[in-house]
């Protein structure tokens, strides 16, 4: 009876020895699956971060472009306006011109 007890307790002992090894590669397996699940998640954010970045600058280079156009188009009609005026003047001056050297 005691030698069955002692074998049972022995039984007992190898199965709780082998019951938290294989716990403790359970536990380092789901922690490997969990730092490469958030290894993953990771990536995936820092990919849509430079996507949303990409994006962002974009939009940035259409606006400036279009500033740019706007701005473009503003002096365009300023120099026109100041080509007209000049003209305009051009002949004032070589009115002016003109009577002046007619009075001397």
Known sequence: MAL??????TQA??????DREA??????QKLADAQREA???VEQARQRARGAARQMM???ENKAAQLTQEE????E?????LRRNARNRLEE???????????R
């Open 77 to 81: 009609e300023d120099c026109e306006t």
């Open 39 to 41: 290894k993953q998640i």
């Open 93 to 103: 001056a070589a009115q002016l011109i003109v009577g002046r050297v007619v009075e």
């Open 72 to 75: 473009l188009g503003r002096a």
């Open 23 to 28: 716990a403790a590669v359970q536990a380092k």
């Open 58 to 60: 974009a939009e940035a």
């Open 4 to 9: 069955e007890a002692i074998q049972t307790v």
């Open 13 to 18: 002992e190898a199965k709780a020895k082998a």
